[in-house]
């Protein structure tokens, strides 16, 4: 099993661009979570998901959208890129939310 | 005030000694509770979690005061490869709040 993994691992854009990180998990998880993490500071949810067609938003869900039209896979989508959204993305997924959360990777995205 | 809460240190401490780390909840209906190892750089991962009447896995021990609304994490013999943050959860209505994390750093 693969667990999560996430596409891309790094990315550099210039503001007002656009882009779509993947997230695949093969554990058939029910949910799903897109958090960002900026230097020195803990995780902050952007989106999740708890089932296939739903999404829901979090703590810091400006300038973001997702979508989880498959149940392995959530997409976290930035309309207009701007430097304040420089930060590594992580995504998870878990059972329920009685269970721990399974990370992938994280992507390093840049806006410059 | 933040959800969740944790001392952020740096815990700077050398090997073999026995650490403590406390975390407060505020949302009364968190239902369920974890800590969380991250490595520089990496991803979070589970550590443990943590129940109402406590746990132990080797060194490591967590405990549950809901009364308080706080999870500590204890670390005994500590090793140099303990070095890391720790991150503590807390989860209600299908997601988890974390705290920022606290910085452990163990010397030789």
């Known amino acids: 099993n693969a667990g999560v993994t996430q596409t891309p691992k790094f990315r550099v854009l210039k503001t007002g661009q656009s882009m779509t990180l993947l997230c695949a998990q093969d554990m058939n998880h029910e949910y799903m979570y897109w958090y960002r993490q900026d230097p020195g500071m803990g995780l902050r949810l952007i989106h999740y998901?708890?089932?296939?067609?739903?999404?829901a938003k979090g703590e810091v869900p400006d300038g973001y959208n997702v979508s989880r039209l498959k149940k392995q896979n959530f997409l976290l989508g930035l309309e207009s890129a701007a430097p304040s959204q420089t930060s590594v993305y992580f995504c998870?997924?878990?059972?329920?939310?009685?269970?721990?959360?399974?990370f992938g990777p994280g992507t390093r995205l840049t806006v410059t | 005030r933040k959800e969740v809460e944790q001392d952020p240190g740096p815990f700077n401490v050398p090997e073999g000694a026995t650490v403590a780390f406390n975390c407060t909840y505020s949302n009364s209906a968190s239902q369920s509770f974890f800590w969380y190892r991250q490595d520089c750089r990496k991803e979070p991962k589970l550590l443990m979690s943590?129940?109402?009447s406590g746990n132990e896995d080797g060194r490591f021990t967590a405990q549950l005061n809901r009364a308080s609304q706080y999870i500590s994490l204890l670390i005994r013999d500590s090793k140099l490869s303990d070095s890391a943050t720790y991150l503590c959860a807390a989860g209600n209505a299908g997601k988890s709040t974390f705290g920022d994390g606290t910085t452990l750093t163990v010397k030789p």
């Open positions: 998901s708890v089932g296939e067609g739903t999404t």
């Open positions: 998870a997924s878990s059972y329920s939310i009685a269970y721990e959360q399974y």
């Open positions: 943590v129940y109402s």
